[in-house]
């Protein structure tokens, strides 16, 4: 068990919806990174936040959008979706992110389907 | 643009025997590598890293080198365990991002063959 927590583990909904995917860190975590493995492709940086700013910004659509809350927990929002959107998402977590290298701690992933 | 890369996307080998899984990066300042497993259904674990001023991190049976001037790094599991079965990221820290994010690779799927 990472400490990282997300939700909801499978997520089935059709094109054109939105969907919002959340995460919790590890206690005492205060950056967040979402990771986007789509088939038989890699773990795809999307964004990071840090104490509720943004950090980073990977190639992440403009379809979709993150915030982090003062808890520090994070959502993924996620609209106008295709079929193409289909994929597992990753949220991790990390005591830093302010470019001391550490290593990340990976929820179990929320894998969502559109049809 | 695939800066950290991963070709080979499966490998087998007997239990008992050496794996060794192997990964290519483009961009010569990065500064820190890592491995991580993953199993279905989970999420990836950290595994092992190695800093750019290193060679060679040994951890029990995992061991990583570096080998900067060919952009490579290896990652030997000495000797294979069934339950070493899964997927294996490589995984590069991105140079003066002050992010600490991490560049994956696209995984290499181990299966071990008792």
């Known amino acids: 068990d990472s400490g990282v927590t997300q939700t909801p583990k499978h997520l089935i909904t059709a094109t054109g919806q939105r969907v919002t995917l959340r995460c919790s860190p590890r206690?005492?975590?205060?950056?967040v990174y979402w990771y986007q493995q789509s088939l038989d492709q890699g773990l795809q940086f999307l964004i990071q936040?840090?104490?509720?700013?943004?950090?980073a910004k990977g190639n992440i659509l403009e379809r979709f959008s993150a915030q982090q809350f003062p808890d520090l927990h994070s959502e993924l929002n996620l609209s106008s979706l295709e079929l193409g959107d289909s994929a597992l998402y990753f949220c991790?977590?990390?005591?830093?992110?302010?470019?001391?290298?550490?290593?990340?701690?990976f929820g179990e992933g929320s894998r969502l389907t559109v049809l | 643009d695939q800066q950290v890369k991963q070709n080979s996307p499966s490998l087998s080998v007997q239990e008992g025997r050496i794996s060794i899984l192997n990964c290519d990066y483009t961009?010569?300042?990065?500064?820190?590598f890592l491995w991580y497993k993953k199993y279905p259904a989970e999420g990836p674990t950290f595994l092992i890293s190695?800093?750019?001023?290193?060679d060679k991190n040994e951890d029990g049976r995992f061991t990583v080198f570096l080998n900067k001037s060919a952009k490579h790094l290896s990652l030997h599991i000495v000797p294979s365990q069934p339950g070493d079965s899964a997927v294996y990221f490589c995984?590069?820290?991105?140079?003066?991002?002050?992010?600490?994010?991490?560049?994956f690779g696209q995984g290499t799927t181990l299966q071990v063959k008792p």
């Open positions: 991790a977590s990390s005591v830093v992110g302010t470019g001391i290298t550490g290593e990340l701690f």
């Open positions: 206690s005492g975590d205060l950056s």
């Open positions: 936040y840090y104490n509720g700013e943004e950090r």
């Open positions: 961009n010569s300042m990065f500064d820190y």
């Open positions: 190695i800093s750019s001023i290193k």
């Open positions: 995984a590069a820290s991105e140079p003066g991002s002050n992010t600490g994010k991490l560049i």
